[in-house]
């Protein structure tokens, strides 16, 4: 109890100081009134960072990994990709001794490199789920080479929902998983089966998280398969963090959970999953200003998401799945206070730590970015006009003068109406066909450049004078956003712990210097 309450309070306190500090990040680009309590500001920031909040995970150094592990498994990974997936398989095999687990469910696996990993260094039996067909591909031509037949690492197609048909298949994939640990033909022998600590164990009863007495999930009935898999996630991004959260909670065939979550500013708001529903569509469950006091459940289907305000003060929560928990709910509820995408994408940036190790160099491109983006982002909005892309990359060069930046917009982009419903398609053909076909705009797309042009270069000589704040801003922008991941992770702390699960933490398992998403979540059953 004491430990929800400290959590309830540092909720109550990081909100408010993000949204007394909403003028640090809040806005577009461009921004002119600042006030004078930096000194407080740091202070407090430095208070509720991540950094600060998490502890260091105990798989601190995994050289003994390293040499379990053949070059041809980590052939081919940048220095970041090779850093995560070892010290990420250090802290499964904690999880797997403490839980006597010996299975792995792992959500996004890309192209499998930890899956084999563990299967090869723990003798675990992985299932790696990945939503692009072509990585599945991959991902099993590269397992093949490595473990030729053996089914004990298994790669498959599937994008994880909002509903009750992705517990379904949970329970299924747990009883694939034992039938390939008894067919794996790895000609290694294989280790014992393990068997958990019990004085590391959570006391937390199954029947308290889920009841699934009533349910037909085709799990065969036998202890071992209780408590039997490790889901795992590394960087899950947007929704996906959350749906595994509520796939833990509602599958007591999953020991444990290690998570790292990437991509806050992608969560789906409430609007859109309105629509979603409008459709037919299928979400997860929905959040209203009624929500203090509901008994959540894991997945459940087919419930109503709340209105859309339009009153920026009664919207509080706007994303379908932040906040989690009750008690950050009723936090917001009660101080009227709401998060935008810009502030969930400041949880999303890097680490300040590489900010300040940038060269004077660097900081001037940042700050030429940045900069020239205010400048085009100012002109259309004047001018009530949206920039559509013709061409997927720019050169990087375009970012070294105004007039090179200019070039590249101009080549690149073209300039509609704002208010235009015409979408433009990435092929350049497509975009100029389309461009002909386009009654919305009724004027000439060469004098509407030549135009906009003289207008970026007008606006870009009235605000040079104000590049110099662009860095120090920056600064202040990461100063605050291991305040606002810190928030987002204890706020699905918080959505476990309400539901029962008193084994939760949050580890600092990567150097946050190498990985920025350098936290896990990790709950034991």
């Known amino acids: 109890m004491l430990i929800a309450i400290m959590e309830q309070k540092y909720m109550e306190d990081i909100a408010q100081f993000l949204y007394d500090m909403k003028w640090v990040y809040d806005f577009h680009v461009t921004k002119d009134d600042w006030p004078l309590s930096l000194r407080v500001f ?3 920031c430095q208070k509720f960072s991540l950094q600060t909040l998490t502890r260091t995970s105990c798989e601190d150094e995994p050289e003994d990994v390293t040499g379990k592990v053949p070059q041809t ?3 081919g990974l940048s220095e970041k990709k090779r850093h995560e ?6 802290l499964t095999e904690r999880i797997a001794n403490v839980t006597g687990s010996n299975y792995v469910l792992d959500i996004g696996s890309g192209l499998g490199y930890i899956d084999s990993i563990l299967h090869h260094t723990l003798k675990l039996t992985v299932v790696g789920a990945e939503s692009l067909k072509d990585r599945v591909k991959s991902a099993t031509e590269r397992q093949t080479r490595l473990f030729s037949k053996c089914s004990g690492v298994r790669h498959i197609h599937w994008e994880l929902t909002d509903d009750e048909e992705t ?3 949970v329970h299924r994939e747990v009883v694939e998983m034992m039938k390939a640990d008894v067919t794996c033909t790895c000609k290694e022998e294989k280790l014992e089966t393990r068997k ?5 164990q959570s006391s937390v009863p199954v029947s308290n998280v889920t009841d699934t007495s009533q349910e037909d999930h085709h799990v065969e009935e036998n202890s071992s398969v209780e408590k039997s898999a490790i889901l795992i996630g590394l960087h899950s991004c947007a929704d996906l963090s959350p749906i595994m959260l509520k ?8 020991s444990s959970l290690i998570l790292f979550s990437c991509c806050y500013h992608k969560l789906t708001p409430e609007k859109l999953a309105m629509e979603g529903n409008q459709n037919n569509k299928e979400n997860c469950v929905g959040v209203t200003d009624e929500t203090v006091g509901t008994n959540f459940g894991a997945l459940r289907k087919g419930e109503q998401c709340p209105s859309f305000h339009t009153n920026e003060e009664s919207r509080v929560c706007k994303f379908m799945n932040f906040p989690l928990s009750n008690g950050l709910k009723t936090i917001l509820s009660q101080k009227k206070i709401s998060f935008s995408t810009f502030g969930l994408r400041l949880a999303a940036q890097e680490s300040g730590l590489r900010w300040v190790q940038q060269t004077e160099k660097e900081h001037e491109t940042h700050r030429n970015s940045v900069a020239y983006r205010a400048i085009l982002e100012a002109v259309c909005d004047r001018d009530e006009l949206a920039v559509k892309r013709l061409r997927r990359h720019a050169r990087k060069s375009s970012f070294d003068t105004f007039e090179e930046y200019i070039n590249t917009i101009t080549t690149n982009y073209k300039f509609v109406p704002a208010d235009s419903s015409s979408s433009v398609d990435d092929s350049e053909e497509n975009c100029l066909r389309q461009e002909k076909q386009d009654s919305t705009v009724d004027f000439k797309q060469t004098s509407t450049i030549e135009h906009i042009s003289e207008e970026l270069t007008e606006c870009y000589k009235r605000f040079e004078h104000l590049f110099p704040l662009i860095e120090p801003l920056t600064g202040l922008q990461l100063a605050l956003q291991p305040v606002m991941e810190a928030l987002i992770l204890i706020d699905r702390v918080s959505f476990l712990k309400e539901a029962g699960f008193y084994n939760v933490s949050l580890e ?3 150097d946050v210097a190498i990985s920025p998403r350098n936290v896990a979540l990790v709950a034991v059953r």
């Open 42 to 44: 740091l202070e407090k």
């Open 73 to 75: 498994f980590t052939k």
């Open 85 to 90: 997936v070892l010290r990420l398989s250090k």
């Open 167 to 169: 517990l379904i298949r």
């Open 196 to 200: 958990p600590l019990e004085n590391q």
């Open 247 to 254: 796939v833990f909670q509602g599958c007591p065939q999953l």
């Open 508 to 510: 600092k398992v990567f």
